[in-house]
């Protein structure tokens, strides 16, 4: 009787909520790089060896760019001589708006970085990470040939051992460390593959039945998505690469808003720990702590000519609207990006990240618009306390 009970919910519960999405925002073209924040610091979240730099070092160095087909580069330097014990410049961005549950995200790229050390990935992120959930999307390192996905939250969220989905369950406990993990089953969704295929789209439905994560390559994208302009609809897409149902995690417990995360980083604690790095970029020695900076990120970067990503865009769909942070006295809030602004300044925040078998989070500068009518979600003093009691768990 229990074994029926709990199929039964799962098999309800598991599949996608259905209705249009209406467009909110939208990344491409020589616009692309508007409404991001650059990094500009070292890698302290991964313990990669790259320096993030900001966005005037970004497109002097030729980094972060649209290139003549109107595509977004992302890239690891791969020109520069770096001596011993320095790091190689890379690039992290986050978007400044966020988004709540109830939006679909689509991401469609031509190219992702890939090859030994690199570690790139496309991910989502609660504003007071590690509260309000992390969703990795893209992510994986060095030459593997698969995508793997992931959610990340506080105790209490957990992917069902029975779900709808075609990729394949690897941990099931979304607050350890690697997170509740799904690996992409269909063919060319990273790597040398996805370059050769000409690419592929993601499509994220965060909703309060569940989180939900389609791929397709590029032969197989329905035109549902390729031609969605104003609008999205999910109805058709059938059974999603990895599914999280809410039976098992409650998605408005558990995500806030979230914002968008871009990064590539060399080496660090996933991509560099040597049975990893081991796993597909040995020499035929084992492997140890060093192996990874030693070989790779040190001296020419000429082996960094396929570290780079190549959007087409991103959009975003909602049933509400983008939302911005936004300063309330000495509360930081997330504002509708429709209410008019009446002044505009910026600032600056630090976390800190978590991933894949490691992923990434934090909050960069942020732009902060003021407004006249708020529809917000405040950051209480009880959440912050609830953060900083987390990382003790």
């Known amino acids: 009787m229990r074994v029926f ?38 890698d302290n979240l991964t313990s990669g060896d790259v320096i993030w730099v900001d966005q005037a070092n970004a497109t002097q160095s ?47 790229a031509t ?19 590690p509260i309000g959930g992390e969703i990795d999307i893209i992510e994986a390192v060095n030459l593997m040939t698969y995508n793997q996905m992931a959610l990340h939250t506080q105790n209490g969220c957990t992917q069902p051992s029975s779900v709808t989905q075609s990729g394949t369950t690897g941990s099931t406990n979304c607050s ?33 039945s569940g989180i939900f994560i389609w791929f397709w390559s590029r032969d197989n994208v329905p035109t549902s998505v390729s031609q969605a302009t104003d609008s999205i609809d999910p109805s058709s897409w059938g059974t999603p690469s990895a599914a999280y149902p809410s039976s098992s995690c409650d998605i408005n417990e558990f995500f806030t808003p979230q914002q968008l995360v871009l990064d590539i980083t060399l080496c660090g604690n996933w991509a560099g720990e040597p049975s990893v790095y081991q796993s597909t970029c040995g020499n035929g020695e084992t492997a140890n702590a060093s192996s990874c900076y030693l070989e790779n990120v040190i001296n020419s970067g000429s082996n960094y000519a396929d570290a780079y990503f190549e959007i087409s865009y ?49 909050n960069g500068s942020m732009s902060v618009a003021q407004t006249g009518a708020r529809a917000y979600v405040a950051l209480t003093g009880a959440t912050v306390l609830a953060a900083f009691s987390w990382l003790f768990l």
């Open 176 to 208: 350890t460390d690697a997170g509740c993990t799904v690996a992409e089953q269909q063919p060319n969704s990273f790597g040398a593959s996805f370059a050769s295929a000409g690419g592929g789209v993601w499509a994220t439905q965060i909703d309060s």
């Open 314 to 362: 991103i959009k975003a769909f909602s049933n509400g609207s983008a939302l911005v942070a936004s300063a309330s006295g000495a509360t930081t809030v997330l504002v509708s990006e429709t209410a008019s602004p009446t002044a505009t300044s910026s600032g600056s925040g630090n976390g800190s990240s978590g991933s894949g078998t490691g992923s990434s989070g934090t």
């Open 111 to 129: 190219h992702l970085p890939y090859g030994c050390s690199v570690w790139p990935s496309f991910w989502t992120k609660g504003q007071n990470w």
């Open 62 to 108: 030729h980094l972060a760019y649209v290139n003549d087909a109107g595509h977004a580069i992302i890239k690891v330097d791969n020109t520069t001589n770096v001596p011993w014990n320095y790091k190689r410049n890379s690039v992290r961005i986050t978007s400044e708006d966020y988004f709540s549950v109830g939006s679909v995200l689509v991401f469609d």
């Open 5 to 42: 009970t709990v199929v039964t919910t799962t098999l309800v519960v598991s599949t996608p909520a259905y209705a249009a999405y209406n467009l909110v925002k939208e990344y491409s073209g020589q616009t692309f790089f508007n409404g991001w924040d650059f990094y500009g610091n070292y």
